[in-house]
């Protein structure tokens, strides 16, 4: 109900009766007092004023289960459910131990274990990124599926450029660079059953709000807050990258390879031809990076002049010019 009368209130520009939106939403002017006062108290900006009625105050960024679940049902059918913390170790771990069979959303404002791969960690500060897992349930194989982390990284990058119209890159596989600082990370992780995946969890960390970074992460991480200065809503951000992510993941899952986007996914890279240096369990290799195929692999030539396929499993990418 609460999410009928948000909706409702954000489609009208002006003030709407308590009158007019009990008829709307067939309950008791009463109801509709008591379920605004419960807005409010969540944190909602609604004015009210005496002969006007109600009006919802745009601007002031909400995250919260209701706000979620307003974006996943104007997506479509494709996410069933979300869940929204304050707090949680990592959206990753909790998705992984949902036991149900429906696709679902998690945000949370803050993580405390937030994860890398490899056994890093993701700093995910109160109210300053997007920390989010998306787990659905594919139809195929795991070596198939891997390329979700690309398919998720351009859903990723093209809401960025759609929303901002900068020049966010694609480091091969798994982040997202502006200027070779991350902004981005991405974490899939699988949940298998001998040759088919039971589930699929997409975890993609965005720094938003961060006014600096400390320690190892200053010269390599960066905010959309410190390249750009247009207005930032998370949930804007949130619905753009679903929404990118359905349409893709759709094609993708029908093609079963990166075939459909190749072009773009090279276009995006910060690391197609340039020179790379790839850390590989401890070894590090000079590369020309030459191009990403379609099986989501990063064609090499090293310094020999001999052809290489890098899987990203364990491999680490920097870029020889200084950028990371
Ligand atoms: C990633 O790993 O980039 C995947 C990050 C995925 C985070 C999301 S948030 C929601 C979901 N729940 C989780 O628990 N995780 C996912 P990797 O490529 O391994 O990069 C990790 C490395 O990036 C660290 O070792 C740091 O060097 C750096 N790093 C850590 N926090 C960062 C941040 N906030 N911004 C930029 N770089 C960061």
Redesign the pocket.
């Known amino acids: 109900m609460k999410e009928k009368i948000l909706n409702i209130m954000k489609k009208s520009k002006e003030y709407i009766s308590g009158e007019e939106l009990s008829r709307q939403l067939g309950i008791s002017r009463t109801a509709v007092w008591k379920h605004i006062k419960n807005l409010k108290q969540a944190g909602y900006s609604i004015e009210s004023k005496s002969g006007l009625g109600y009006c919802y105050v745009d601007g002031i960024e909400q995250m919260n289960k209701e706000e979620l679940q307003i974006i996943i049902h104007e997506l479509g059918d494709f996410f069933k459910n979300v869940e929204y913390f304050q707090a949680i170790d ?4 909790f998705a992984k131990n949902l036991r149900n069979k429906e696709n679902t959303l998690i945000v949370a404002k803050e ?1 405390t ?6 056994g ?5 500060k109160s109210d300053q ?1 997007i ?3 998306l787990k659905i349930h594919p139809d195929l194989m795991p070596s198939e599926a891997v390329n979700i982390t690309q398919v998720a990284s351009l859903a990723v990058a093209r809401a960025l450029r759609n929303i901002f119209n900068l020049d966010f890159k694609i480091k091969w596989p ?2 997202i660079v502006f200027e070779g600082k ?1 902004t981005a ?3 899939t992780e699988m949940i298998t059953e001998i040759d088919r995946i039971d589930q699929l969890i997409i ?3 965005i ?1 938003v709000f961060n006014e600096s ?1 400390e320690g ?2 200053k010269d ?2 960066i905010s959309l807050k410190q390249v750009t200065d247009v207005k930032i809503s998370r949930l804007e951000l949130i619905k753009e990258i679903l929404n990118e992510f359905i349409i893709l993941y759709r094609q993708f899952t029908k093609s079963r390879n990166l075939e459909f986007v190749l072009n773009e996914i090279n276009a995006f890279s910060s690391i197609v031809g340039k020179d790379i240096i790839a850390i590989d369990k401890g070894k590090t290799n000079y590369y020309k990076a030459e191009k990403i195929d379609k099986d989501g692999r990063l064609i090499v030539v090293d310094e020999k002049g001999i052809e290489k396929e890098l899987l990203f499993g364990e491999i680490s990418i920097r870029s020889k010019d200084g950028y990371s």
Do not use: P
């Open positions: 990592s959206t990753n771990v993580q274990m937030g994860r890398g791969r490899l890093r960690q993701w700093e995910s990124g920390y989010m897992s798994n982040d991350k990370g991405i974490l975890g993609i960390g720094n970074f190892e992460l390599k991480a």
